[in-house]
């Protein structure tokens, strides 16, 4: 299961909430293990997972009857679907039905609301719960939505609540840990194969198909890719284009898909050639500050004290104006979980958290430098996902 | 230029605002070309554009300042930048800067602001708006920030509008229909090759990757892939499995990618050997479907007179029981634009729109099949942008 249950719940009864409600593709997936796809291609699709507290009833989706051949997929533990929106479908009438076509047939059978609020009242209604406090995410929902809801239920107190699905997300589950480390390792290969064809006269867009179709031939799905080359790659967003890659060049890839909804996000560094010593040393020093941090983090150790390491050993080990706001950060169904890896975090490691360490440098006129690494923390230290080392690749 | 400045200009004056606040990653996008890439791939990262009614001073872009270099691309037309968050470039005092860099130091020279609203009020005072009247885009802002927005303006009035946005995007710019008409054709293309390499024993997932494969080898970026084979066809949004293509099977794609930041969505169908009577007959009826309601679209005809054509067609041709909620819809940074062709729809078609028809159909049992093809209104009719016809493919 990809919920940390025993941390949702942590989180309703810290806040007193009788339930809470996911309304952002991020959370509904976490929740409930649907995959409400109108909602991550698009803004504005409403799909809902209610939690009440323990004894206060089970889970319950709301989703619009259009994909709701999504919601019963075998990935999804919550069994209780309320539909909105009506969807046509036929049956052949001779033929037995597949497992997944029954439930299909099960819940059409079913009513259905006329908007997603009144299916969502309905599952709230059916548990006794209209009169209780509840923590929603205020990301997904509509503004309109919202009023909507607390408009249909004047009893019912309703708080925002979006930090709670987040400090849970935090610590992962066995599940979502082998998951993130596949999609580290699709991402890692990605580059591996981009750098392997890389040679002069090759196009930043070539580059990058050959890190996206590697990818989805690892059976990933592409998000992230800022490929730059020569000075371009000191665009810290960069995006490719037909620049082509001339002697001496860096190439840097910060990039990364997903696997079965999980995030990968890792950097890594090639040159052209054989690498100036100013390359060689700021690339050594970024390398040294991300290992300085990385052996520091174990269950205990205070986020911040881990950024000052590493951002004190780039600038002695060779970048003496080096500086950052932050060195890494969680990492899950969203790109950026926590813990943010930042001067002022006074949170500390947990075990089971995923998290991206990363140093990167950014100088205009020169290039830009970044390795970023992906791992668990485990009982005493950490558990890398990586397949390659981050040393600068000469191609 | 992507923006239809004319209809959103006529949509801030009918509702009486001084300027409208775009928050959603489509409509940044739209009112200014910037490419926000953290607020497309995640939920929650701020970006704005402030866009005054005319002589009410310049458009504003708000950006994290960690994004600034997609804010200074040349395909993005609002100068004006206010960024908020501090972020680390330095600079290689020795040599000559790109035009990008240059531009890049002449924003960070700039004070920056401590979070996005704060940002976006200082782009209000500069332009004196600070009392007036503003349409805001309530699908990107999240809740807190809208509440700051209104705390720190006490005499601004702030009102939900982001279907002003919706309604200027209905109508494409000669841009925009290039695009389109590339996305389109980039999924024509790999659905092709999908077709083109089916044989027996081929499962859902390589069809799929020979798909996105193609589309990112034709510079497009995977987004939507249904792809189905046999029984699981009748699954409306199926994803991929390890289902392995049999005699007899019905192949259904829905799928489309983005090109430069817009979506395509087109459908076909192929059978593996000769199809059945029945086949041959359903499929027959929804292409005569999809024709009919085509041949009716120009300028000024009611889009509820196109939906009940075009059923009443598929009806009539093969499919007696034939149903819908909509056979359609326009495309654009979203998948789903206005407008949507649908029963209850008044609206009249307008030349500029980008639409999508589709007649889709969903047994349980048998399968699924859906043609939908994509093309722009013109004076006195439409203008395809498929390469493929929507006959079954025998493959």
Known sequence: MLLNSSLLTEAMQRQGFDALIATMPENVTYTSGFWAMSQWIRRGPQAYVLTPKPDAGEPAIITSTGIIDLAVESDVWVKDIYRYGSFFFDRNEGVELSAVDTRMLEILAKPHDPDPVSALVRAIKARKLENGRFGVDEIGITPDYWDKLATALPNATFVRASNAFRYARAIKTPEEISRLRRSAQIADLSIKAAFDAASEGITERELARIFHNTTINEGGEPVLGCVGCGTRSALTNVQPSDYALKQGDILRFDAGGRYRHYRADIARNAVLGEPSKKLRTYHRAICVGLDRAIEMIKPGVRVSDVFHAGVEAVRKEGIPHYDRSHIGHGIGLDGYDAPDIAANNDAVFEEG???????????????????????????????SFMLTSTELRVV
Not at 357 to 380: A, I
């Open 353 to 383: 958290m995923v998290i991206c360490v990363e140093t990167p440098y950014y100088e205009l006129g020169f290039g830009g430098l970044q390795v970023e690494d992906t791992m668990v923390v485990t009982r005493d230290g950490v558990d």
